[in-house]
C-alpha cells in the first residue's frame, strides 16, 4: 500500500475534482475533507471516497458550482436547499451562517436538504468550537440503500446516521464525539470480508435475523445492528431520533430515495458558551474533567481512559509524521483518474 503525505494527497483530490467541474472552493472542501478524515482514521470516510463523488457527478447527480438557498430563516434558524452541490461545501456555509446567527442571538440551529455526502461529520461542529461555542451536527445518511436494523427487526430500515457533538476546551487534543448509532461501520464489515476475518457477534444479523460471526452475510440480505448490543433499543432510538431531525425536520421524508441520489439531510445546532457562564472558565473545566477521566485506573488489558476525540488526535499526530497508507484499490482508481483528466503527468502519477 503506498504512503502518501496529507498535503500531496489533498492537492491531488482537489485537481482531480477540478477536473471534474468543481470550483476551487468545492474541491478543496471536499479534499481536504476527505484528507482530514484519513488523518484520524477513518479511512472509511477519506480519499477513499472521492472517485464515488466524482461518478456522482457524472451520473449528474451532484452539480458543481450549485448556488444553495436560503428557503426560510428567522434571527436563530435557518433551512437551507444545497441544489444538490458538494455537501461539504454547502454544509459548511450552512454552519458558518449558523454560527453567525448564534454570535448575536446565543442559540442557533438549521437543516440542510439536497446536498451530497458531507462526509465526516465532526468537521462542522468543530467548526462552532473553533469560535468558543458548542456544535452538534446530525446527519441521516443521504436516504441512501439503508443498513441497519431497528432493534426487534429482521431488515434494514434506518441509515448509518451519525451525530457529533464538540466543545471548546483548552486540551490540545479538541474533546468531541463524532460516531455512527450502528454498532459499527458498513466500512468495518467489507473489511472483514476482504480479510476473510470473523466478526464479533453483535455486529450483524443474517437475512434469517439471526446474529453472525461471519461477515459475508452482511451482503446476503443482513442487516447492522444499531449500537448498543443486547441493550441496542438505546441505539435503535437514537438512530430514530437523528432520521426524525435529518429526514423529517428537513421534509426530505424517510426510508430509500427512489432515484437513487444521496441527499444527505443535516441538523445542526450551535450554542454560545458565554451566554451560560464565562467561556475562560469553561473551557478549563472541560480540560480538567477530561484529566479526570483519564486518571481513571486502567480496566484489564486497556490501555486506558481516552476522552472522546482524543484517539483521532494521536492518530492524526501520527499519520501527519509518517504519512497516510492508502489501500492499492484506492491509489489505482486516483491514479487512472488522472489518466483520464490527463492530469497524471502534472501530479506525478503517471
Ligand atoms: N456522513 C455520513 O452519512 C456518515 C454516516 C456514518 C458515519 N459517518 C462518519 O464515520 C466516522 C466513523 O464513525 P464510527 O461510529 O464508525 O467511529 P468509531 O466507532 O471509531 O467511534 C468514534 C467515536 O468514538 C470515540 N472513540 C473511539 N475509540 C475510543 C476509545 N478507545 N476510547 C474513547 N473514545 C473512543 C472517538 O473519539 C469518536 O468520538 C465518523 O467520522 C462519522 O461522522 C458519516
Known amino acids: 500500500m503506498p504512503i ?4 500531496r494527497l489533498t492537492r491531488i483530490g482537489a485537481a482531480l475534482l477540478k477536473a471534474a467541474g468543481a470550483s476551487d472552493e468545492e474541491a478543496n472542501a471536499v479534499a481536504s475533507g476527505c484528507v482530514n478524515a484519513n488523518l484520524a482514521g477513518h479511512d472509511s470516510h477519506g480519499v477513499i471516497a472521492i472517485p464515488t463523488y466524482i461518478d456522482r457527478v457524472k451520473a449528474g447527480h451532484i452539480v458543481p458550482g450549485a448556488k444553495w438557498t436560503i428557503v426560510q430563516e428567522s434571527p436563530t434558524t435557518t433551512v437551507i ?4 452541490g458538494f455537501g461539504f461545501h454547502v454544509n459548511a456555509k450552512a454552519m458558518e451562517l449558523t454560527i453567525a446567527k448564534a454570535k448575536t442571538a446565543n442559540v442557533a440551529a438549521c ?7 458531507v462526509g465526516r461529520l465532526a468537521h462542522y461542529p468543530m467548526m462552532a468550537m473553533r469560535e468558543g461555542m458548542i456544535g452538534l451536527a446530525t446527519a441521516d445518511s443521504g436516504r441512501s440503500p439503508k443498513h441497519v436494523a431497528p432493534f426487534g427487526g429482521r431488515e434494514a430500515r434506518l441509515g448509518t446516521n451519525p451525530i457529533s457533538i464538540a466543545v471548546p476546551s483548552e486540551l490540545e487534543a479538541p474533546f468531541y464525539l463524532d460516531m455512527a448509532t450502528s454498532a459499527v461501520a458498513a466500512g468495518k464489515i467489507a473489511l472483514a470480508v476482504a480479510r476473510r476475518e470473523e466478526i464479533p457477534t453483535g455486529w450483524i444479523i443474517d437475512a434469517e435475523g439471526r446474529q453472525t460471526t461471519d461477515p459475508a452475510q452482511y451482503r446476503k440480505g443482513g442487516a447492522l ?18 432520521e426524525v ?6 421534509g426530505l421524508g424517510f426510508g430509500v430515495e427512489p432515484t ?15 451566554a451560560f457562564r464565562p467561556l475562560k472558565d469553561f473551557r478549563r473545566e472541560v480540560a480538567e474533567f477530561a484529566r479526570y477521566l483519564k486518571s481513571t485506573p486502567p480496566s484489564e488489558g486497556s490501555r486506558g481512559v481516552f476522552y472522546p476525540g482524543e484517539i483521532e488526535y494521536l ?25 483520464e483528466y490527463r492530469i497524471a503527468k502534472e501530479l506525478d502519477l503517471a
Request: proline fraction near 1%; include cysteine; glycine fraction near 14%.
Open 4 to 7: 502518501i503525505q496529507a498535503d
Open 81 to 84: 436547499d444545497g441544489h444538490w
Open 245 to 250: 431531525l435529518c429526514g423529517l425536520l428537513t
Open 111 to 117: 437543516t440542510v436538504f439536497r446536498q451530497s455526502h
Open 315 to 339: 492518530r492524526e499526530q501520527e499519520r501527519r509524521k509518517n504519512g497516510i497508507e492508502i489501500e492499492d484499490a484506492t491509489w489505482d482508481k486516483l491514479r487512472s483518474l488522472a489518466g
Open 260 to 274: 437513487g441520489r444521496h441527499n444527505d439531510g443535516c441538523f445542526m445546532a450551535v450554542f454560545n458558551v458565554a
Open 225 to 242: 445492528l444499531p449500537l448498543g448490543g443486547s441493550e441496542g433499543y438505546k441505539g435503535s432510538g437514537l438512530a430514530a431520533m437523528v
